[in-house]
């Protein structure tokens, strides 16, 4: 894990290239750390990316926007691993809604 401070926090810049080639070494350096975690095997990597860290700050802001009503997880159907279960659950889950939506656009068709 590695904490790294953002220069360029609370204000805007043209170009964020420099930094990111800053950065290079120590991805280097993590990547080799987690490779040598899971015993040298680098095939064990399912996915390697940002997406943990967004969903995080997106729970953050939800939950510091006073919208989130005191929330502070987000439920991932499926887990990062297994992104066919949880397209599995969200179409489920929409095709439960359907009828109650049906029956919404019904009544407010003859309160019209």
Do not use: C, W
């Amino acid at each position: 894990m590695a904490l790294v401070r953002n220069p360029f926090a609370g204000g805007y810049a043209e170009e964020l290239q420099p930094a990111m080639e800053d950065l290079k070494p120590l991805g280097r350096e993590l990547t080799e750390r987690l490779i040598a975690a899971l015993g040298g095997d680098a095939g064990a990597i399912d996915g390697y990316g940002k997406g943990g860290d967004m969903v995080n700050q997106m729970r953050r802001r939800f939950a510091a926007s006073g919208n989130g009503a005191g929330y502070s997880h987000v439920i991932v159907f499926g887990g990062v691993n297994d992104l066919g279960l949880g397209a599995a659950i969200a179409v489920f889950l929409f095709l439960l809604v359907i009828p109650i939506l049906a029956l919404n656009i019904r009544r407010f068709r003859r309160e019209a």
